[in-house]
């Protein structure tokens, strides 16, 4: 098995990172690995996926702390083969196991047997599923609806979770007697200790369904490729995360249902740029209406608009339009635009065109070109220095 890297550099953290700069380094490394970006890229998913992977731990408080205290093997039972964490070689087939094997059980030394069963059969929520989405830059603006299909763990309609057969009756467990727990002896380094396990024939439910559901082989779920529509809010940006209620895996025993978790990302625009809310765009402009002024036309998130520009206007300027921007998510207010206007200098004239604008430049008095006149003024006194 190869080996696993560690899920704080995987996503480029240190560990003791923050809840938030967890969700923004997942976002970041979700948007450079994501398939739909690099189609061919097989690395690339498979970066994706370890992303994907390193963040479902992360993201859990319950399971980081495993994780930050045993590593791969908190989270990952098969991990590791054989030998058990720590050195251990009495086969212990998971960190809990090692837990038993010293302490006797969660529920002190050698009376985990019922608090194991009960723990076995108590509703558990369902599983957060993350997946992601690319969308053009204008549906980012204006919102959305997507289908997607999205891959999760369902209630088994067959058995209604239960994991038996219609006709099936439950038998108590003759391994365990009900309790869902069997005490076994484990040779340690501290010697031969008695503990309580979970059954291994009934898995600590305490009973044995002797006809198991056909659909979902006993285990009351079965994984199902569904079809959803996702609303994207107008205002979504690029790297930002929606979380659908109710879409993740089913829960366990009657527990309820798990969220989905979709990364979002964003197509680059032809024209435009986003920083936030605001938007930014360049437009050029002839030389003559630079000098002379002119109307304009701008592209704008919501269609093009007119602009007076006035006389003498400088390559570079910039100018805003209020509320031409970004809606704000759950707001109804609007960023703004802000466009920059580019003199753009003609590269091919005419003999006669040329000749006009010579006269034109030899006409223009000093006062009009107030910066080159200033330039000029210091180059002159810095050489007589």
């Excluded at 391994?175 to 979970?198: L, M």
């Amino acid at each position: 098995m190869a080996e696993k890297r560690d899920y704080y550099e995987v996503l480029g953290l240190q560990k003791g990172a923050s809840e938030e700069e967890i969700k923004k380094a997942f976002k970041t490394m979700a948007r450079k690995y994501h398939p739909d970006l690099h189609p061919d890229d097989k690395e690339a998913a498979e970066k994706f996926k370890e992303v994907n992977e390193a963040y479902g731990v992360l993201s859990d408080k319950e399971k980081r702390a495993r994780y930050d205290q045993f590593g791969h093997a908190g989270v990952d039972p098969s991990y590791g083969g054989g030998a058990g964490a720590g050195g251990f070689s009495g086969g212990f087939g998971d960190v809990g196991d090692i837990f038993d094997s010293i302490f006797g059980g969660f529920g002190g030394f050698g009376g985990g047997g019922r608090s194991t069963a009960a723990s076995a059969n108590a509703p558990r929520r369902g599983g957060d599923v993350n997946s992601s989405i690319v969308i053009d830059f204008m549906e980012a603006c204006k919102g959305t609806k997507k289908k997607m299909r999205v891959a999760h763990m369902v209630q088994c309609e067959q058995c209604h979770g239960t994991g038996a057969d219609s006709n099936t009756v439950s038998n108590t467990c003759s391994e365990c007697n009900g309790q869902g727990a069997v005490r076994v002896n484990q040779r340690t380094p501290f010697g031969v200790i008695s503990t309580t396990k979970v059954c291994p024939r009934c898995g600590g439910k305490g009973k044995i369904i002797t006809n198991p559901c056909s659909k979902c082989r006993g285990s009351g779920r079965y994984r199902k490729t569904s079809e959803i529509e996702l609303n994207v809010p107008a205002g979504i940006d690029n790297g930002q995360v929606l979380r659908v209620g109710g879409e993740g895996d089913a829960g366990i025993n009657g527990g309820g249902k798990g969220d989905l978790n979709v990364a979002v990302s964003v197509k680059p625009h032809d024209l435009f740029t986003r920083k936030g809310v605001d938007i930014y765009c360049e437009v050029p402009i002839t030389y003559a209406q630079a000098v002379l002024g002119a109307t304009i036309t701008v592209p704008t998130i919501d269609g093009k608009v007119e602009y007076e520009i006035s006389e003498g206007t400088q390559s570079g300027t910039k100018f805003r339009l209020r509320g031409k921007g970004v809606k704000y998510i759950g707001r109804e207010a609007y960023g703004d635009q802000y466009v920059t206007v580019v003199v753009e200098v003609p590269k091919k004239l005419t003999k006669q065109q040329k000749e006009l604008l010579q006269k034109f430049d030899d006409s223009l008095e000093e006062k009009n070109q107030a910066k080159r006149q200033s330039f000029f003024e210091k180059l002159r006194r810095k050489f007589e220095q």
